[in-house]
């Protein structure tokens, strides 16, 4: 028997509602922002604003963006039963804009200096989903 094994099991997987109208938003956006102003809860615009951000070299404004839509997205995994651990799939397309949100948060506080934030966003992204990790990674 392998000593570290959770003999209590992992909770079940947390999934996200669809999101429809804040999906089409965003897609259809010129600029994320307008997404972001019209579903201020939709991580994915969150997300796309931070990885726009950080591709243009602010760093800083990448950081702000990956976490109010990391914090946005806590929330809506709290309301889904998220007791604060247990998997978060990738698999499932509404919860990547949240992934992506804490991915872009690890990266961005690396850029910043924030070493410690930065092992624990990386952490809890592998934690939550080894997919994303690898994905996001590449």
């Known amino acids: 028997m392998d000593p570290h094994q959770n003999l209590l099991g992992e909770p079940p997987a947390t999934h996200l509602p669809e999101a429809p109208q804040a999906d089409g938003a965003l897609a259809e956006a010129g600029d994320p922002a307008e997404a972001a102003a019209r579903f201020p809860a939709h991580s994915a615009a969150w997300a796309a604003l931070a990885e726009r951000a950080f591709a243009s070299g602010d760093a800083v404004a990448a950081y ?70 690898e994905e996001l990674n590449a």
């Not at 309301?79 to 990266?107: D, I, Q, Y």
Request: net charge positive; proline share 6%.
């Open 64 to 133: 702000a963006y990956a976490r109010t839509g990391y914090h946005r997205g806590l929330d809506q995994l709290r309301r889904s039963g998220w007791k604060g651990h247990g998997p978060v799939p990738w698999e499932h397309a509404p919860n990547r804009g949240f992934l992506r949100c804490l991915h872009m948060l690890a990266t961005a506080a690396a850029a910043i200096g924030e070493t410690d934030e930065a092992e624990r966003c990386s952490t809890f992204l592998r934690d939550s989903s080894p997919t994303a990790a």
